[in-house]
């Protein structure tokens, strides 16, 4: 052996001896609270459950990765360590506690089960951005807004639109809020609310700045429409209305005659009026509109502004209204004139004008062209109605007149009784049509079983007879017993007489019926035959 593999095996010899030496502390056990408020001191307590005799073990507080977040402390034989720590972000997570022998190199560490524990930093400053200029947005268009904080962890957020919670069409991520389709209920005052907790009790909050977002909705397209007036010079003037269903204001209308621009104005409201003088039964060219509130431009269908009178014919369609049991309970009355770009209709009972509403009518529909009547003594008389021109008096056209009442209304008219009669009686001949071939189908059944039987004896008899003949022949020639012939001949000829006298008589009562069922021969017998 030589000097350096002896040298090895003296070394190694050495180390066996002092690791065999060695002593292993038993696992120390953490104990503190979940959870502590930044820059608090917290107090943890760490110990040995089987410490050996005379060994004092000095214990260290220690994050995940292994390093010191506190300082160490010593105890006596069999005592517990408090580990008192200033609270920083380091103590944030996992901590262990480590046990050591002191001044005892033959002491093995050894370490304690994880403790989680959060460093709660109370939420504060909390500050509201947009992604996207609120006063600039358009329906459809998507908005995102930011919560930021100047401190805090472990933060919740919570969002406020006009002082109450945002709508589920939102989406939440961490601090953001987003809206990716906006719409005009989306408008409002938002605020963010910023929250840690401590201990499940105590909760820090930071409230926002307000934003204001406008949704702005583009606008429709417009409708237009005009009315006519007259003035005391009886001048005619019609007032064009361009009006929107929807549109945020403020909206710039253009009226314009073919591409001439007549008039332009920016309004706050969602109507545009324009007054322009007309000429009865004079043509007026078209007019149309325009609307814009900075996103698009809508266009109105184009409008004949020329004013017809009203003239021709006035007619007067009645329509019943039915309750119960198809009574007829009321009935509505419309007045329509033949020409007439604005008429006005007035109604009349019994020749005296009737005023918008009354005990047992009321006037309905544009420029007053109907009229509702419920049935009673009160209403029964003579109606009609007048068509002029809303603009002036001057033409008054006249229906024809109509009587209404409500026996009348619900009378069964003449040649409804009469129809219901015929049916009726038609009905009737049916019937008894169907019970008089019944029974004589009955009576011909009735005959056939009768003759089917008649038939049956007659071929019973032949075969006796047929049988009594071959049993004679077979005697004469045995010799056995002697029969006369002509008594025997007799008695089948007077039985053969009865017989046909019988199927004579059942014939002569069957008559035409015969003839019929002869032609059936296929029908079965009925099973008491």
Known sequence: MTKMAFFLLVVLGCEMWVNTGALKLAKPVLMGPSAGLLSNVTVFTCWVGENPQNLSVFYQLLDGDGMKVSEVQSTLPGEKASISAVLSFSHDGSLICRASGHNNSDTEHSDSDSLDFRVIDPVDGA???????????WEGESLTLQCNISKGNYVSYSWLLNDGP????????????????????????????????????????????????????????????????????KNLT???????????????????????????????????????????????????CQASNGKSLMKSAEL???????????????????????????????????????????WFHNTSRLQRKGPFYSVFGKHHSGLSLALGMRSDGDYYCEAGNKFDNATRLRSQMIRITKEGLNKIPDDVVALVFTCFSVLIIA????????????????????????????????????????????????????????????????YREDTDMEQSSTREDSDEGEEEDETNTKIPLPNNA
């Not at 605020?191 to 307000?210: D, H, M, W």
């Open 127 to 137: 500050i509201l951005i947009s992604t996207a200029s609120p006063g600039d947005l």
């Open 304 to 346: 004949n502004l020329t004013v017809e009178p009203v003239g021709g014919g006035v007619t007067m369609r009645a329509e019943n209204a039915k309750g119960p049991l198809f009574q007829v309970i009321g009935v509505w009355l419309h007045c329509t004139v033949e020409r007439g770009t604005f008429p006005h209709f007035s």
């Open 238 to 288: 019609a007032n064009v209305t361009c009006e929107l269903a929807t549109g945020s204001p403020p909206i710039n209308f253009t009226f314009l005659r073919g591409s001439e621009i007549i008039s332009e104005t920016l309004k706050e409201s969602l109507t545009a009026s324009l007054m322009i003088p007309v000429v009865l039964n004079q043509d007026m060219d078209l007019v149309h």
């Open 431 to 494: 019937v008894t049509m169907c019970c008089l071939y019944g029974v004589l189908r009955r009576r011909q059944a009735g005959m056939y079983r009768h003759k089917q039987y008649f038939q049956e004896m007659s071929n019973i008899v032949d075969n006796e007879e047929e049988y009594e003949y071959e049993n004679k022949e077979d005697v004469y020639d045995n010799g056995e017993d002697h029969y006369d012939e002509e008594d025997d001949v007799g008695v089948v000829g007077e």
């Open 166 to 233: 945002v709508q589920l069409n939102s989406i939440r991520f961490q601090n953001q809020l987003t809206i990716p389709h906006l719409s005009n209920h989306d408008s409002g005052t938002y605020v963010c609310i910023a929250s840690n907790q401590y201990n499940g009790t105590l909760t820090f909050r930071s409230r926002s700045n307000k934003i204001d977002v406008q949704v702005k909705e583009d606008v429709s397209k417009p409708g237009i429409s005009f009315d006519v007036f007259s003035n005391a010079e």
